[in-house]
């Protein structure tokens, strides 16, 4: 199942790597690299599943898994160079669904992030992505506008989520290749540049002058809201 997962993880390198194999399995990834930010971002964007190194600056691991179990159930894999039975029980004492020590195999960290996502339960619906009249439905599979149906190719679908999924971010082409397809992807950006054309004759009500899929000249793409006034 796909899910919003924020990873929180001082080292950026790490955080990247983590970033890179849990969008290849195709969930939705936040990074932060500091305690006090992922607070804040957990308790704004409620994401399904926080991997949270202990070691973090500003707020330690620790003590951010004692604030989210405060208020909310939001699932927590625990990230730690730590690895004596002490600090294994004590990080499962304050809350942590599960825990690993460094270093890791990011192929098992993806493997412990889908057996804890398999704890939430089945009727829960995944989530509705609405960007202005956007409405990119993950569970059907569906995208509306203003209400009505349309039609999507496979590869249009997947672009129009990865761009609704953070309303209002630049993506560049290689980055919407990597998010849809993983690293190893022989497609080229021209692909986007076709899905792209293809999905503003679908959403926008004048394809020649985009609201709503813009292009950021020298960067790429993002997906907005658009004007309250627009028809």
Request: charged share 30%.
């Amino acid at each position: 199942m796909s899910a919003l997962i924020l990873v929180a993880e001082d080292d950026e390198n790490q955080a990247e790597l983590v970033r890179r194999y849990l969008e290849q399995d195709h969930h939705r990834v936040l990074v932060v690299h500091d305690g006090r930010d992922a607070l804040d971002v957990a308790r704004d964007r409620q994401p399904a599943l926080v991997v949270l190194d202990v070691m973090l600056p500003g707020l330690g691991g620790l003590d951010v898994c004692r604030a989210l179990r405060a208020g909310s159930d939001v699932l927590v894999l625990m990230l730690t160079a730590r690895s004596t039975e002490d600090d294994l029980l004590h990080g499962l004492g304050i809350g942590a669904d599960d825990y690993m020590t460094k270093p890791f195999s990011p192929r098992e960290l993806v493997a412990r992030v889908r057996t804890l996502l398999r704890r939430v339960p089945a009727e829960k619906p995944e989530p509705v992505l609405e960007v202005g009249p956007i409405v990119v439905d993950q569970l059907r599979h569906e995208v509306r506008v203003r209400g009505g149906l349309v039609e999507c190719t496979p590869g249009e679908f997947e672009l129009l989520e990865v761009l609704a999924s953070e309303v209002d971010r630049v993506f560049s082409r290689e980055q919407l290749l990597e998010r849809m397809h993983g690293i190893d992807s022989f497609l080229t950006t021209r692909t986007i540049d076709t899905h792209v054309k293809n999905l503003r004759r679908k959403i926008e009500t004048d394809p020649r002058v985009p609201a709503h899929l813009v292009t950021v000249y020298g960067i790429g793409y993002k997906l907005t809201a658009g004007r309250a006034d627009a028809p």
